[in-house]
């Protein structure tokens, strides 16, 4: 059971990342994650990273790695809280979250959330 | 009113680099020493996450090193230097390990080459089956 | 002629302290070292004692040829505090100078109290003693050089900051206006108030506009598409508008890619804003008179 706790809102889960990981943990993320999307039947992800001052390779990768598994059980990943340290960072870095939608906060993630779920572009349309 | 270019070390500490828990208390270190180091936020994240793409890369694939952490000064200006040692088997190919996408382990390949963009100053040394050690430098404008 | 001799300086400057401070000070109030009033007597008289029991350490452990090293290390620091405090207040670093320098003629007349019988040894502590008070006096300008350096850079770096002001156009359409060139200094402050006015106001489009800016080169693209990479990653969207026909040009014949919707002005890149929001702005009819 990882020691990062997951939300469930309505048909999202929310998850929060407070502590500054150590790669074991996020490993541990990645799988809680995928296995809570298939157990809720949840159609869509949101990760918080508004509390990260640091988003290296590695935490891209589980974001990226998060994002392609949600993909495949049909549910919407959603970044939200990026601080602009962190963003201009990442663009220096040359790091690019592939398959991740952004959002500036969870308000707002959520919105995107709903529009992509009901609105995707046809039933088996492209996002 | 540069001293000849020469490099003054004002202050330096080591520690160990094994494992995971390890780069996380890099990280916290060398944010610390770049807050001392009187660096802005931008600057200080770029510096932390360059730091935590090569402490990873000790840990994984060096079987484990130190770090020298050190706030320098050339002249007027201030930086920190960071200096990754480990005994491990040491890269063949530095050029193709330098380039983006490279991996060997699975990455997403950015580590050094992420690492160097990050910096100010990169240099990296690597004897097979020796080690590798990699030296890096962000100043205070 | 060695320079790390056994020399009296450190004991005289030990046995007569009081004498000294009082001579000191009063050899600066003669070259007006208060400049008027500026700095307090208190002030003067407490930066002249602190210097001297620095000196005194110093002097004691006889190595009189480089003040970098550490037993100078107290003298330096409270030269530094001289010389910073003087160019805070807009003095001249000759006056900071003098501050070191006035203590030769107290300090020689001394020397020449104890040793005038001797009059080789005279000369040499002479000579000891005004190495040792030219280069902390050159120490004083370099460090108040310093001082003013910095006190510019800050002062630059609100000019800067000040320049590049973020509009909040409408609820969730900021606006930055660039005037001037764009050179990698000024993009980095640019770059980050725009990030952290996008984070506070919450709005998701961003409309930067280049009007101002003369040339756009591979260079300032550079600049701009990293700005709108990192505002897409945090969950904005960016306009870029401005473009003029030249630029335009320059743009496609440098091969360049915006990747980016961009716009001829700001007028329709707020439009587009607008739209992108699901926002329209609507034909009320011909405004009412009022009577």
């Given at each position: 059971m990882a020691e990062i706790p997951v939300l469930k809102i309505g048909d999202c889960l929310l998850v929060s990342i407070q502590v500054d990981m150590h790669d074991r943990l996020a490993m541990e993320l990645q799988d809680d994650l995928t296995n809570r999307i298939v157990s809720e039947r949840a159609r869509g992800v949101m990760i918080d990273i508004s509390a990260l001052e640091i988003v290296d390779s590695f935490i891209g990768r589980m974001l990226n790695n998060i994002a392609a598994m949600s993909r495949v059980l049909d549910a919407v990943t959603v970044v939200v809280g990026m601080r602009p340290a962190v963003a201009i960072t990442l663009v220096?870095?040359?790091?690019s979250l592939t398959g991740v939608r952004t959002a500036l906060n969870v308000d707002k993630g959520l919105a995107l959330i709903r529009k992509a779920i009901d609105d995707p572009g046809g039933v088996l349309g492209r996002r | 009113m540069t001293q000849g270019g020469c490099l003054v070390v004002d202050k330096g500490e080591t520690i160990a680099v094994r494992t995971s828990d390890d780069v996380v208390r890099v990280r916290q270190a060398v944010r610390a020493r770049a807050i001392e180091a009187g660096f802005g936020i931008v600057d200080q994240t770029k510096l932390v996450t360059a730091a935590s793409e090569i402490a990873r890369n000790t840990v994984d694939y060096g079987g484990g090193g130190t770090l020298l952490i050190e706030i320098v000064r050339?002249?007027?200006?201030?930086?920190?230097?960071?200096?990754?040692?480990?005994?491990?088997?040491?890269?063949?190919?530095?050029?193709?390990?330098?380039?983006?996408?490279?991996?060997?382990?699975?990455?997403?390949?950015?580590g050094l080459s992420g690492a160097k963009r990050l910096s100010n100053e990169f240099s990296i040394e690597s004897v097979p089956g020796k080690g590798t050690t990699v030296t890096l430098a962000r100043w205070k404008l | 002629m060695a320079e790390d001799h056994a020399t009296i300086i450190p004991q005289l400057?030990?046995?007569?302290?009081?004498?000294?401070?009082?001579?000191?000070?009063?050899?600066?109030?003669?070259?007006?070292?208060?400049r008027g009033g500026q700095i307090s007597e208190m002030?003067?008289?407490?930066?002249?004692?602190?210097?001297?029991a620095a000196l005194r350490g110093g002097a004691a452990t006889g190595q009189f040829a480089d003040i970098t090293a550490p037993v100078w290390d107290q003298s330096r620091t409270v030269l530094e505090d001289a010389s910073r405090s003087h160019a805070t207040l807009g003095l001249t670093p000759s006056e900071t100078a003098t501050f070191v320098f006035s203590l030769k003629e107290p300090l020689f007349a001394l020397l020449r109290e104890k040793l005038g019988k001797d009059p080789d040894r005279l000369a040499h502590e002479v000579w000891i003693a005004t190495m040792l008070l030219d280069k902390l006096g050159l120490y004083t300008v370099e460090a108040f050089q310093k001082t003013r350096e910095d006190i510019i850079r800050r002062q630059q770096q609100e000019l800067l900051e000040l320049s590049t002001p973020v509009v909040r156009l409408w609820e969730g359409i900021l606006a930055l206006p660039l005037i001037g060139t764009l050179d990698s200094a000024r993009t980095q402050i640019v770059m980050e108030s725009l990030l952290e006015e996008i984070v506070t106001s919450g709005a998701e489009i961003a409309i930067i506009d280049i009007t101002g800016v003369p040339t756009?080169?591979?260079?300032?693209?550079?600049?701009?598409?990293?700005?709108?990479?990192?505002?897409?990653?945090?969950?904005?969207?960016?306009i870029i508008s401005g473009i003029r026909p030249q630029i335009a040009q320059t743009i496609v014949h440098l091969g360049l890619e915006l990747g980016v919707v961009s716009k001829a002005t700001m007028a329709d890149a707020f439009a587009l804003a607008l739209r992108q929001l699901g926002k329209a702005v609507v034909d009320r009819g011909p405004a009412r008179q009022e009577v």
């Open positions: 220096e870095l040359g790091l | 050339e002249g007027t200006r201030r930086g920190v230097q960071l200096t990754f040692a480990d005994n491990g088997p040491g890269i063949v190919d530095l050029k193709a390990a330098m380039t983006d996408g490279y991996t060997t382990g699975g990455g997403l390949g950015l | 400057l030990a046995e007569n302290e009081q004498t000294l401070l009082r001579d000191w000070m009063e050899s600066q109030k003669k070259s007006g070292a208060r002030e003067l008289s407490e930066a002249s004692r602190r210097l001297l756009v080169d591979t260079l300032v693209a550079q600049h701009l598409i990293k700005t709108v990479a990192a505002a897409r990653l945090m969950g904005a969207d960016c």
